[in-house]
């Protein structure tokens, strides 16, 4: 019995000693002067930090001034915690950027007043502005070639 206990202790030592481990490691990747100027960051959002699929990022205040100065915009609207979201990013970040389109990115689970401000429904959606207001929106996963079709429609 007194060996089980050991054991048992070391083994929650263990635990321990990894999840210290990996909050210094995501606390250490959150202060480095990160996009979202947040002192805390939801774990999925860290691990895309460095994601090249990921950098064209928009702040709730950045977008709105934009959506207020009559701006054209093209927004994805995405959480890093939703699958539909992690199988479309591959297709439209690249896709945008062959397309010379610029998608900014607004991360819903880190800005969560972007789901009432902009009446998003679900994830993944993309919304074109012009002259700062809604003209067009596609919602959910869906192949290359249907975002192709939908941006040359819509932000050309």
Sequence with gaps: MKKVLIFIGIIVLLFGALAI???????????????YNKDTLHPETV??????????????KDLQT??????????????PTCPHCQRTTPIVAPLSEEMDINLVQYNL???????????????????????GKEVARIVGYHEE????????????
Excluded: C, H, R
Excluded at 47 to 60: G, K, R, S, V
Excluded at 66 to 79: H, I, R
Excluded at 145 to 156: A, L, M, R, V, Y
């Design 66 to 79: 934009q959506l207020d100065n009559g701006d054209d915009m093209t927004v994805y609207f995405y959480s």
């Design 145 to 156: 070639p249907d975002f192709e079709s939908w941006f040359n429609e819509n932000t050309k």
């Design 109 to 131: 689970l880190e800005f969560e007043q972007g789901w009432d401000d902009y009446g998003i429904q679900e994830t993944p959606t993309i919304i074109q502005y012009k002259d």
């Design 47 to 60: 691990a895309q930090l460095e994601d090249p699929n990921y950098q064209n990022l928009i702040l709730p």
């Design 21 to 35: 481990v990996t909050k210094m490691q995501n606390e250490e990747k959150v202060s480095d002067d990160n996009i």
